[in-house]
């Protein structure tokens, strides 16, 4: 260690794993995991979504799962909690997931097509 | 480092290890394995959580849910459930004593809602043998900050201002021990780390040396800088081999990372730790014969003054601080004097982690601001106690403090509060008695520990001891002889002023304490020659109620001196003249019939 610079730098890098203990995020995902949405596919759409959260190096969001909300046949499906704002995406794929991640959280606007299940 | 999705912190106290962590956490890997998910879950293993006697315990992130008395069957559960599918598992779930509902948010539990937790920051959270997260967490930031914009008198104000006092007993500011020793003369000095817990029931250090032992390394580095130390030694005992282990890993990664050894951050400065290991005799705990025991010598204290900070280790000039002390110096440089010294109470400032122990709930780790009332640390935090008992005391301090008796619960606890009660903080043991604790038995129990402990090289405190011991051994036993308490007390103050070091002058102190409280219980035991708590076997008297006894003959069976005589069915009795008063049929009789007077 060399200087308090080079400590800081190490330590920036390693916050972003740790910050997950803090209980201090502002972002929620969460994913529903009921029998249904396992069926469906929900299990690649977890994996794909901490891919993409490490892609864009985003350590304030919690990727959580919950069980089944109901709504079994829009399964896979994963709500979107920032503050007080709710966001239901639904009949989401491991695409849909990715650019959820990087339009939704990263550029924060709301992907409107893939809220509302389609007719 | 990698992302994860989860982490799942396993408690590796030595409390959780000894209930078997070690299993639970293999089948949790092996499950987490088993469904793919070792890329998304983490298992973290950690140091001591606190609440011991919920063991094996751990946490999982983000959502914070804390599972209690768990074993390597609940994994399967916990994985497929909790991790898969988000579920918590409810049945896991620890439920407050008094209270209904099971809660899943570790935050949302009175034990941990009311801690303060700044020596105990990281432990219980972090892997201990990852320097790496210890630096995710501001670690090594504090050093970095002396070492490069601090000088060394500006590291000892701010010590100073604080108002930081040693967590190991005496309460003496810490800042003025690193002040005098780095006024003293002389070119060589060191840093010495007092790790020789050595109270019945207190256990704090070793949960930090478990669980955080990185934050002692920075401490004695920062505090090496501002006396311009270059070595320091950590005196640990033999029996904390879990402590010494992850100490031992902890320096190797530290010097790996040049925390430590050679021009530190470059900066020039140099500094080393090396461990100590102590063979756990309880004097050594004592800051002179701690320092004669690293030197090689036999542990026996000396008198003082000189104190280390003029001559210590190898006669030269040395801070000794004990292992709670340290964990406060990183946040104190990181965070400020101020804001340390606006926690806690007009003269003892910051927090006090306290050990609880004996007839309490939640018998276990908490760190509480100072001037927390011992009501809230027993009752709210502790859970109170078990088994719908009535609270009769608390003994603080181990075997150098006192007990506090109910009358006193909402004492605002710091330094000066329990000295008034004539106890001491000590190192922050607590051990919670209830009303089937004789007093008389408890200074006893206290007495023969620091007789057993007198190292032998002063009068007062080996003969003294030993005389104070015999004379509640006859108390106990029913031989009590009156004016056995004024000895007892003439005894104590010669004791206390005549002997060596704290540990003799401290010695009488359960029994003053006791006799304050509850001398009522020593003029039973004498005059009486009854044990108003129960407890002492040579005073109590067994009969066998009439109306319950079935005349099963259990006890008559089991009845070692052929005192217990009746007819089949019909009532027994005890003949008092032959019973030996060993409670054998007591234990034995199922209707419980025999009672003690």
Known sequence: MKSLEELDKLRDRLQQEMKIRDKDYDVAITVSMGTCGIAAGAREIVKALLEELKQQGLNNVALTQTSCVGLCQHEPLLEVTRGSEKTTYVNVDQEMAKEIVRKHLVEGTIVKDWTAPKK | MEMYRSHVLVC?????????????????????????????????????????????????????????????????????????????????????????????????????????????????????????????????????????????????????????????????????????????????????????????????????????????????????????????????????????????????????????????????????????????????????????????????????????????LWGKPTVINNVETWANIPPIILNGAGWFASIGTEKSKGTKVFALAGKVNNTGLVEVPMGTTLREIIFDIGGGIPGGKKFKAVQTGGPSGGCIPEEYLDTPVDYDSLTKLGTIMGSGGMIIVDEDTCMVDLAKFFLEFVQEESCGKCAPCRIGTKRMLEILQRITSGDGRQGDIELLEELSRGIKSSALCGLGQTAPNPVLSTLRYFRHEYEAHINDKKCPAGACQALLTYYINPETCRGCGLCSKECPAGAITGEKKKPHVIDPAKCIKCGSCKQKCKFGSIITV
């Not at chain 2, 063991?55 to 992130?61: A, L, N, R, S």
């Not at chain 2, 070793?206 to 800088?225: K, Q």
């Not at chain 2, 990372?257 to 140099?270: A, D, Q, R, S, V």
């Open chain 2, 12 to 312: 590796a106290g030595a409390g959780c290890i000894s209930s078997d962590c070690k299993s639970v956490q293999s089948a949790l890997r092996e499950h987490i394995e088993k469904t793919g998910l070792e890329n998304e879950v983490k298992v973290v293993e950690t140091g001591c959580m606190g609440p011991c006697d919920l063991g094996p315990v751990i946490m999982i992130f983000p959502d914070g849910v804390f599972y209690r008395k768990l074993k390597p069957e609940d994994a399967v559960e916990i994985v497929n459930e909790h991790l898969i599918k988000g579920k918590v598992v409810t049945r896991l779930l620890h439920r407050p004593v008094g209270s209904e509902e099971r809660v899943a948010d570790f935050g949302q539990l009175e034990f941990f809602k009311r801690q303060t937790r700044i020596a105990l920051r990281n432990t219980g959270i972090i892997n201990p043998e990852s320097v790496e997260e210890y630096i995710a967490r501001d670690g090594y930031r504090a050093l970095g900050k002396v070492l490069s914009q601090m000088t060394p008198q500006q590291v000892i104000d701010t010590v100073k201002e604080s108002g930081l006092r040693g967590r190991g007993g005496a309460g003496f500011p810490t800042g003025m021990k690193w002040e005098f020793t780095a006024r003293a003369n002389g070119d060589t000095k060191y840093v010495v780390c007092n790790a020789d817990e050595g109270d019945p029931g207190a256990f704090m250090d070793r949960s930090i040396l478990e669980g955080d032992p990185h934050s002692v390394l920075e401490a004695m580095a920062i505090c090496g800088y501002a006396i311009r130390a270059s070595r320091g030694y950590i005196y640990v005992r033999a029996e904390y081999p879990l402590a010494v282990d992850r100490l031992e890993t902890a320096i190797n990664k530290a010097r790996e990372y040049g925390l430590l050894g050679e021009n530190i951050f470059g900066t020039g400065f140099n500094f080393d730790i090396e461990t100590r290991v102590g063979a756990g005799a309880f004097v050594c705990g004592e800051e002179t014969a701690l320092l004669a025991s690293i030197e090689g010598q036999r542990g026996e204290p000396r008198p003082k003054p000189p104190f280390p900070a003029q001559e210590g």
